[in-house]
């Protein structure tokens, strides 16, 4: 809730630079502009590190709907949920300092697609997230690649995954729903 406005604002921004501009090839980076915020701040008087993450999922309904993925996953009954992210800070962002949330679909393993956002001032990447997600049904169960990629076609130009990446995604993994994940502390 802390970001509705924001996110509405991201919805429609990005509804109407579809009906002016026309859909971002699937490949594309994804830019918006925005401003950090009094509601953004610590006490430390720069922005949270757990804002960050609330301000990159703008990034990403802005990509979903600028790339015309949105609209095709609605009609599906699909949605997609963060499996996994992981967040790199280089430089903080003060009160009132206007930055860029760069986005972009970076590829996909054999379960999950990911994304990379960046908060960008002036060209300069201050923070970077790494985002893994999955694909679901509203009626239950996941959404192959093969039929997420058969419906929606498989872009030529996406980047390879770095392998960190894939290690990372397999190091931070957790058991799955359905298996035991008891809290157990290392001595």
Sequence with gaps: MNVIWRTLLVILSARFRVRRSGLLAPTAVGRIRLTTLPTDIDILKHMNNGRYLSLFDLGRWDLLIRTG???AMKERGWYAVVSSETVTFRKSLELWQRFD???RFIGHDDRAMFME???VVDGEV???VIVRARMLRRTG?????EEFFGA???PEDVPGVEDWIHDWAS???LPPTKAPAPSVWAD
């Excluded at 169960?141 to 690649?145: A, F, M, P, R, W």
């Design 69 to 71: 993925l949105f609209d």
């Design 101 to 103: 949330v760069e986005s």
């Design 117 to 119: 956002h960046r908060a």
């Design 126 to 128: 201050y923070a970077r």
């Design 141 to 145: 169960g996941t959404v192959s690649h």
């Design 152 to 154: 929606l076609g498989r």
């Design 171 to 173: 190091a931070s993994a």
